[in-house]
């Protein structure tokens, strides 16, 4: 294995345990990585704002949000790829034309995380607590990402035909839909990352488990997929280790790095 400059983490199913918390070990870990001059990175489809609540501790050297479509390197933001306020009120009004006016939406602009929606998040997952609730009638901000849940595939289909200036991928822990600029993917957005740092994608070790880190997984030097992560994951990883609910980063980076 190559020496390792930079360990990228998806968040959901990968470095956040099932409660939503980094373990005290994985922490520890991370901690004596960073003491060995590698950098510590996360890459999710959350926004800036929402993937902060739970990285006070961490405090990433790199952070790829929104799916790709902000770039945060240490305290400068290098890339960000939006969409203007007219592009984004097209897309939710497309949104609901096919979807119907009802499908829930949610909105991802610099600062805040916009959600239309039906049941109070804090009930269904407390870690989108942070979500501001509007009915999206006179939204007027520009934004980095849009999510539409779609139960109906052929609807989804069309959606991402309609919307054919945007990057289109689900998620598989239910039936929602992100769409960002076109060619705004994790990938990319590490790309930026290899420009500013200096060092190429075979340095960096990356670790995820849905669709959204397949590519990511398969441009770093070593992709590692966590014993939780879908089958189309694993199949493309380099490595399957541990489920992020049984200290599989921590065993990773102990036996392998440290």
Known sequence: M??????????DGTLLQSEKTISTRTLSALKKCRKND????????????????????????????????????K?????RAEFSEEET????DMARNICGNDCEITIDTI????????????KLDKSWGDSIYTDFSDFNECSLKMCVEIFNQDKADKLA????????????DGFWYKFTKKNVTKENAIMKITEVCGFSTDSI???????????MLELCGTGVAMGNAIDEVKERADIVIGSNDEEGIADFIENEIL
């Open 2 to 11: 190559k020496k390792c400059k930079l360990l990228l983490f998806d968040l």
């Open 161 to 172: 035909r309609s919307l054919s200036d945007c990057d289109c991928i689900r998620f598989s």
């Open 89 to 92: 009120n097209v897309m939710i």
């Open 111 to 122: 600062d805040a995380h916009y959600w239309n929606y039906k049941i109070d998040p804090k």
């Open 38 to 73: 590698i950098l510590i990175g996360v890459s999710t489809s959350r926004s800036e704002q929402n993937s902060l609540v739970f990285l006070n501790e961490l405090m990433p050297d790199i952070l790829i949000s929104s799916g790709g479509a902000l770039v945060k390197y």
């Open 75 to 79: 305290t400068k933001y290098i890339y």
């Open 205 to 215: 070790i990356a670790f995820g488990d849905d669709y959204s880190d397949i590519g």
